[in-house]
């Protein structure tokens, strides 16, 4: 099939590269001049695991990148939208890529054409991509919109797209949904058929859930510290329960990232302008920023003064296995630890150059041993696998005190003991903690 995808973000790229690999004419488009020129030349502009092989296996000869967004409209017969929608201030929508994507689908729309919206969207946003191709086009060619939703996560984001549990097709007619289900036959999954709308609330729907299973476990695990039991036995307890089950119960930080902030923040916007005030969805919210704090003063109560303290920091990106920072609990906790007087030293294994952009008066080191030589304490912010395989005879002998407060619960409490670390989890009932104390 020849399909062009509009916007070569996350989104765009592992789609556009996974469907050449299944055989299809992919033209890719961004407005980004500097992106499309790596990755013309096969070089990937973001860290995600097996997207580099698929991209180099599939250029420029079923795979092909360029800037110019009319051209590549005319190319194909299936147009995926997959540019940004970020949050405005006020946690509304920013539809303004959309519609400029949209304008530009309408003045170069030649034949009959398919415009598949990926990108996650207010719900109507199909109808009003039909109105702006309608208006801004010679207003003669028919064209289709159909709602598309990506479930794809970032550092599992080809394997996710390969393989995933379902995937939402939302026309109103369904003979559409089937031609563009037609893409997704060679995955053999399950692929669910809907009107247009609720295709488009069934991604914020998903999102807002899974949100509120982080910041349920997070509560559950911060009443685990007041009482002293433990999260771990405590989610093996719960997940048991197969109505329940085991999938998105690690307590830690809260949740960061492009999506679940945004949409869940989207959500509550929506709800308020057609007449609905979300309950549950403020108190998410609430109970990951709080997450933060907990994990602060932690910190603080284990060391005492910050003042002056050196604070080794492990990990910075939203979660392990990608270099994304939005949203990521360290944007938060470094700054809110500086402020306390701390200095920082931090180790990412990919966000070495971010780093030295993003945080002032940080250490960047190039290892995570660096980092932790002579910190009065070591704060573990992101799961990277690489943190889980240490030597911690040699971490404590290096350390200047040997207290590790792990924001992610990747140690096991009692294997710290036996090394003698002062080590605090996140609801590991190893202490009592509240926030004035
Ligand atoms: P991104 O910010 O990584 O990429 C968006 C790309 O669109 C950028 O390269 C930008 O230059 C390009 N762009 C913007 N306006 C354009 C225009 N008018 N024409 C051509 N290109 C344009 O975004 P992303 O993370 O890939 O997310 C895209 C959408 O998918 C969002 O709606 C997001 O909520 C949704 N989504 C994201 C993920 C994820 O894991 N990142 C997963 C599922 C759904
Ligand atoms: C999430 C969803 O999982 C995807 O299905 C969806 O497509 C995507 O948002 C989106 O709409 O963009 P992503 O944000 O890439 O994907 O990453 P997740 O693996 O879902 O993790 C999100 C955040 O939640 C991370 O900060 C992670 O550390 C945190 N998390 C996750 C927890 O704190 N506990 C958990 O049990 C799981």
């Known amino acids: 099939m020849r399909i062009t995808i509009i916007g070569v973000g996350y989104v765009g790229l592992v789609t556009g590269a996974c469907f050449a690999d299944m055989g299809n004419r992919i033209v890719c488009a961004d407005v980004d001049k500097k992106k499309i020129q790596l990755l013309s030349k096969g070089t990937i502009p973001i860290f995600e695991p097996g997207l580099e092989e698929i991209v180099r296996r599939n250029l420029n000869h079923r795979l092909f990148f360029t800037n110019n967004i009319g051209h590549a409209v005319r190319e194909s017969d299936f147009i995926f939208i997959a540019v940004g929608t970020p949050s405005k201030q006020n946690g509304q929508v920013d539809i303004s890529y959309i519609e400029k994507a949209a304008r530009v689908i309408a003045a170069h729309l030649d034949q009959y054409k398919v415009i598949v919206n990926k990108s996650t969207v207010p719900i109507g946003m199909g109808y009003l991509v039909a109105r702006i191709i309608q208006k801004y086009s010679t207003g003669q060619t028919p064209f289709d919109v159909v709602s598309n939703p990506e ?76 009482v002293g039991a433990d999260i771990h036995q405590v989610t093996q307890g719960i997940a048991l329960d197969p109505r329940i089950g085991d999938q998105f119960l690690n307590a ?134 690489e943190f889980k395989q240490i030597d911690f005879k040699y971490l404590k002998s290096i350390l200047k005190s040997p207290i590790i407060i792990d924001g992610r619960n990747i140690y096991d409490p009692h294997e710290m003991l036996e090394n003698q670390f002062i080590y605090q989890g996140m609801g590991q009932g190893t202490r009592l903690y509240s926030l004035d104390q």
């Open 252 to 385: 830690g930080l809260g949740f960061g990232g492009s999506c679940f902030p945004k949409d869940v923040s989207a959500l509550i916007q929506m709800g308020k302008k057609h007449g609905y005030q979300f309950k549950i969805l403020p108190e998410i919210l609430e109970v990951n920023q709080f997450q933060r704090k907990w994990f602060i003063s932690k910190v603080k109560q284990t060391l005492g003064v910050l003042k002056g303290k050196t604070i080794a920091i492990w990990g910075i990106s939203f979660k392990p296995d990608t270099d994304d920072l939005r949203e990521a609990p360290s944007l938060e906790i470094i700054p809110a630890l500086q402020k306390a007087g701390a200095h920082v030293k931090l180790y990412d294994p990919v966000c070495t150059l971010a780093a030295k952009q993003i945080f002032k008066n940080v250490q960047v080191c190039k290892t995570a041993y660096e980092a932790a030589k002579n910190a009065d304490a070591l704060g573990l912010l992101t799961d990277w696998n």
């Open 151 to 226: 479930f794809l996560r970032e550092g599992s984001a080809v394997k996710d797209l390969l393989k995933p549990h379902r995937v939402v097709i939302g026309a109103d007619r369904r003979e559409i949904a089937q031609k563009v289900s037609e893409i997704y036959e060679p995955l053999h999954c399950p692929i669910l058929l809907t009107d247009l709308k609720s295709a488009e609330m069934i991604k914020y729907a998903s999102n807002a859930f899974l949100a509120c299973k982080i910041s349920f476990i997070n509560e559950i695990a911060n009443m685990c510290d007041q």
